[in-house]
């Protein structure tokens, strides 16, 4: 287990979704009971970082598309440049690139809004980081880009027009609370694999609060053939990791990493649109 305010990544090219084991499509072997509501259609999750926080959407056309960086480092070129030197299991260096990579790099550039920016920075140089920031939705899909795309990627800097419904392809569940979350992921096995970001509502009373937004984005990403399970958020740069056979006794860690949840609860999207980076030719 690992819990790191500093530096976490990782970037793996993932397979295909049909290959893909999904948090509502849990292989045969998987008996869950537990029901999940569903509170509201697609197209209210806009509301989750939507238009009314921050001006108008003219500058934004979704999906967003995240900064390529032609200094970062890929996923496959890490473990090849790790391996060469480390002595170490080429599923444990993915781990390690989660852990020492993406944490710190995926969102280097992102800021508070002005009037917050000197509060930002105090509480940065304390381990707090992204107090203010508008950016989440584009730091998760950048996680999710870069292991997809073997691409790395940095978020935009500041990004309040975001909205994950119109970023994300899928939504596997809507309104689930942290428990029928860990439930869900505590059924997983070592060969199966997850990219996937999750939408957690905040409470009202949260809302309130100075450079707060109606919820939060963030990753859970799981290799093939790992028994690691990480949960990751590049905005905050927080990380946290176990065991897939650790997950009920890390309860208390993982609750911790979440926050706290609202009414609406948590949202688990999949996929992204198709070819973002690639350019037509003109």
Known sequence: MQVSNS???LNSILESDDKQPLLDELPDRYSIQTEYKIVEPVGISYELLGSEYLGSLDSYEPPVENEKNPLGVKLSNYVSNV???VESKEINIKNQYVESYLLENV????TAPLLLRPLAALLALFGIHGFGQQNCVSCATAVID???NDMPLIAVADLPEATIAAN???RLHTGISTEELINQLSHYEKNDELNTLLAIRRPVIMRM???ATQGHSCNVIKFKDSNVIHFLDTQKRTHFSCNLDQMAEKSAEINKFIGSVGAGGIDVWKGRPKDIYIKPKQ
């Open 146 to 148: 870069s292991l997809e």
């Open 7 to 9: 530096n976490s990544s």
């Open 168 to 170: 994300m392809v899928k």
């Open 83 to 85: 391996s060469k030197y």
């Open 107 to 110: 969102n280097r550039n992102g």
């Open 209 to 211: 609060l100075p450079g």
